[in-house]
């Protein structure tokens, strides 16, 4: 069970460096962001940060097509 765990934490900060790195690549704040696809910056800043272990694919599709970024 702690291996699953360890897992997803991993996971979970691996996509926020990658969601990070794209936003940051084209010069855009967390309310940039938040202004273009209605994703508040308070959930982007958790994404980013690696706390939202489960993020839902509604708000990742939307985060890929404004950021321009491959989540499949």
């Known amino acids: 069970m702690l291996d699953i765990y360890s ?6 900060d691996q996509l926020g460096l990658y969601l990070r790195s794209a936003r940051t690549r084209i010069g855009l704040t967390l ?6 696809t209605g994703v508040s910056n308070a959930y982007l800043s958790q994404l980013e940060g690696g706390k939202i272990k489960q993020p839902s694919p509604a708000v990742l599709q939307k985060l890929a097509d404004f950021l321009e970024a491959d989540f499949m």
């Open 7 to 12: 897992n997803m934490e991993a996971s979970a």
């Open 31 to 36: 309310r940039d962001v938040e202004r273009e």
